[in-house]
């Protein structure tokens, strides 16, 4: 049974799902060299944002297949160690949009209306009524950086609330932005024209720091900020300065750049206008819900060898396509290796050709599932779909993908050409029925056969008695044939012969089998 190892506080529905197909061990708060030393007995790993997952866990999870993050962020996750190694993450960019839309909310009126103060004040036994005078939102102008799920959600809220939108986004269109009720503008402006700023943007080298004692000092002396992103995305003490020296009204601040926040944190002596929150954005019992089902029921696919639908790091499919798709992935795969074993092993160019129906669907998993079988020789066991596209960029491999729906054929059918050591060599393939595949095509000459483990190809002239010759030959070795087919174009040109074999080619046979009058070349593919 595979064993996984939950990491962090996952909901008791995620752990159900997961003890259906494995071993759950939950362990959190483990340091890292404690991950470092467990990791090696784990088949998957699941975490929310309390684990760090590192080059160094990776690197010796050696049977990791699968990361799990329940939640949105995954920057907690060395996602390119990851791919590198073959594994799959996945997160959950759903379940937890309402969860931190609605704490992003509560944070602009509590910190509005001094609710956290006004709180401790009363529980200590006070009642200061003049001392919480707060601000409405009613028609003040709130700026949206990232008008994404959470930033769109809280634009309907912030719209119905009747507040003015402005958004930075500069992946989004203007049209869509007018639908969310937001005016698109630069982020300078969004600074200056704003009385509450919303942060809702990935952490990446390009937002670390966005806002900055530059972009602060932008804001209008009564403006606050809110984040409940990522922290890192803010400079903290520039922060802090800001609001200690009046720069700024105030701030709210879910997520941090160290978590948990450290004790010397200039956030922590800002006083009374600024409100901290533990990273609490996701923190409802539905949200926690919603992610911890979504994660394992991906991980509980994965380990049974299903694809995921929510992988950061891997081609997604449409759940819809999965069922359609799957025999033409393996038929991609097939092809790949033999296009590969044809051309020589070592190609420095395919092109991968969707025809007919397949032309009009997602080309990338299928390119990826060819990429796959092509450095399947060289790599085994060690290439899969996450790592497929990395290792043929760092092998060189100019990869092509063009689309003809016009070839009718078959229903639809992958045409791949290599070029490698032993020249340009080109294969064709279809799915017959549901799920069976078949080479239709090998350096264009016409064949139908279903790929066998071991299989010999020839390139030979089209002359009465070469058939028998070749059986001949094979049968010298011991070598029994299942099925024998030729290609041909026109009658005693070139043809191609393709041999399903029972056995593997012993040692030495393929240079006697060139040596027969007539034959021009001979390949043995394995697959
Ligand atoms: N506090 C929490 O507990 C909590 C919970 C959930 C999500 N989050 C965080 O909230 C963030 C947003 O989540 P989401 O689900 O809305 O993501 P999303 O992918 O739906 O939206 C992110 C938006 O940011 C935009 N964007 C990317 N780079 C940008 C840049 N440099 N400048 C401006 N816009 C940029 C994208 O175009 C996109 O529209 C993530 O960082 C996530 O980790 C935090
Ligand atoms: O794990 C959590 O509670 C936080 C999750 C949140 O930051 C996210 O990115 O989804």
Redesign the pocket.
């Known amino acids: 049974m595979p064993k996984v190892l939950v990491s962090d506080p996952i909901d008791q529905a995620g752990i159900d799902i997961l003890s259906q197909v494995a071993q759950v061990d939950v362990n959190t708060g483990l340091s890292a060299a404690e991950l470092v030393a467990i990791i090696p007995d784990y088949d998957a790993l699941m975490i929310r ?1 309390g684990t760090q997952v590192t080059k160094e866990i990776i690197e010796a999870g050696n049977l990791l297949k699968i990361i799990g993050r329940a ?5 907690n996750v060395d996602v390119p160690a990851a791919t590198r190694k073959g594994i799959v993450v996945v997160n959950s ?2 379940g ?2 309402i ?3 609605e ?2 909310i509560a944070m602009m009126l509590s910190m509005s209306r001094h609710i956290p103060e006004a709180n401790a004040s009363v529980k200590s036994g006070k009642w200061e009524r003049n001392r919480f005078i707060g601000v409405e939102v009613y028609k003040k102008t709130l700026g949206i ?9 809280f634009a309907a809220a912030a719209k119905a609330m009747g507040m003015k939108l402005l958004a ?5 269109s203007a049209e869509r932005a007018e639908q969310l009720g937001c005016r698109l503008v630069e ?1 300078e402006l969004l600074m200056r024209e704003s009385d509450y700023i919303t ?6 080298p ?2 670390l720091h ?1 806002i900055n004692a530059e972009v602060l000092s932008k804001m209008k002396p009564t403006a606050r900020i809110i984040n ?3 922290g890192g ?1 803010i400079d903290e003490a520039a922060l802090a300065e800001a609001i200690k020296s009046g720069k700024i009204a105030g701030a709210a601040i ?2 941090y750049e160290h978590e948990p926040l450290e004790a010397d944190s200039p956030l922590r002596t800002v006083g009374q206008n600024i409100v901290l929150t533990p ?5 409802t019992a539905e ?1 926690q819900v919603n992610v911890a089902i979504d994660v394992a029921e991906q991980i509980r696919d994965v380990l049974l060898g299903l694809p995921a639908r929510s992988a950061v790091n891997i081609p997604g499919i449409f759940p819809d396509s999965i069922e359609k798709l799957k025999p033409y992935l393996q038929l991609a795969e097939t092809l790949g290796n033999l296009v590969s074993q044809l051309a020589g092993g070592r190609v420095d160019y395919l092109n991968v050709q969707l025809q007919g129906e397949l032309a009009t669907n997602q080309g990338q998993p299928v390119v990826v599932a060819a990429l796959k079988g092509l450095l399947s020789q060289a790599l085994r066991e060690r290439v899969n779909y996450v790592n497929a596209s990395i290792e043929a960029k760092e092998r060189g491999i100019r990869v092509v993908e063009t689309r003809d729906a016009s070839i009718r054929d078959y229903t639809g059918s992958l045409h791949l050409r290599a070029k490698g050591t032993l020249g340009e060599h080109t294969v064709t393939g279809a799915v017959l029925g549901e799920s069976e595949i078949r080479i239709t095509s090998v350096d264009d000459f016409p064949v139908n056969v279903a790929p066998t483990h071991h299989m010999l190809f020839t390139l030979h002239r089209d002359m009465p008695g070469i058939i028998g010759r070749i059986g001949s030959q094979l049968g010298s070795f011991n070598v029994n044939i299942a099925s024998m087919q030729v290609g041909r174009k026109i009658v005693r040109g070139d043809a191609v012969m393709v041999l399903s074999l029972d056995d593997p080619l012993p040692e030495g046979i393929l240079a006697e089998i060139i040596k027969v009058p007539g034959i021009r070349d001979a390949y043995t593919v394995n697959l």
């Open positions: 944002s939640g949105v962020g995954v920057d960019p759903e937890n949009t969860a931190a839309a704490h992003a950086v990232g008008l994404g799920k959470i930033g769109s959600h930075y986004d500069p992946f989004i982020l942060l809702h943007i990935p952490k990446t390009e937002t966005l409940c992103a990522r995305i879910d997520v990273h609490l954005g996701a923190s949200a």
